[in-house]
């Protein structure tokens, strides 16, 4: 009789380590998911949901004077600039966070659009070097740089703020995607009560 009483405590005590073991287990590969998880949505990074085509005329002038300003040396070129400008979001600025009991990933914060990118390629008309201030390759360099800026001022006036804005279901639909390929589920209720704030704020 006592041998078998040992028999069932023994039993008991194994069956329960076991499942001890089990639910720590369950736990660490839970909570494994949710990090893997979250950094995947991150490494998404930068999600461009609209592409605009831009073509400026950009006036460069550059004007140096020499021996107290007596001599003036001009170079000048008419540039005309053929621009993609690509705007979306940056989803490393979104604010995540993990319910592990619920398998439920909580969106609590997405970013506003913004410019990603601008591409640009940019064709020469009328270059003319000044007697000494001729174009050097620092100066294409910097008219580079001066027509990124140009189209980048362009950009709200465009549109492409307003039309990437109208993306951002899609782009929180893809994080769903992403969430729902381990079994999770995304929460985004949260953003409601964030568009809901600003609207008062306004």
Do not use: R
């Not at 660490?28 to 605009?52: D, Y």
């Amino acid at each position: 009789m006592e041998l078998f009483i040992t028999i069932i405590l023994a039993v008991l005590l194994t069956l329960g380590v076991v499942t001890v073991v089990k639910s720590f287990k369950k736990k660490q590969l839970v909570n494994a998911q949710s990090t893997i998880l979250l950094n995947k949505i991150k490494k998404v990074c930068k999600f461009i949901t609209v592409e605009g085509d831009f073509a400026e005329i950009y006036h460069y002038e550059d004007v140096k004077q020499k021996f107290l300003k007596l001599i003036t040396s001009k170079k000048k070129a008419l540039v005309v600039i053929n621009a993609k400008a690509h705007v979306g979001y940056d989803l490393s600025k979104i604010h995540l966070k993990s319910d592990v009991t619920k398998k439920k990933i909580i969106l609590e914060h997405f970013p506003q659009p913004e410019v990603l990118s601008i591409e640009t390629n940019l064709n020469y008309y009328d270059k003319s070097d000044g007697y000494f201030n001729k174009f050097e390759a620092n100066d294409l360099t910097g008219l580079h740089n001066q027509a990124k800026v140009h189209i980048k001022a362009k950009i709200p006036e465009s549109g492409l703020i307003q039309e990437a804005q109208k993306e951002a279901l899609d782009t929180i639909l893809l994080i769903e995607t992403i969430v729902e390929t381990i079994g999770w589920k995304l929460d985004y209720s949260a953003l409601k009560i964030e568009q809901t704030e600003k609207k008062l704020l306004d």
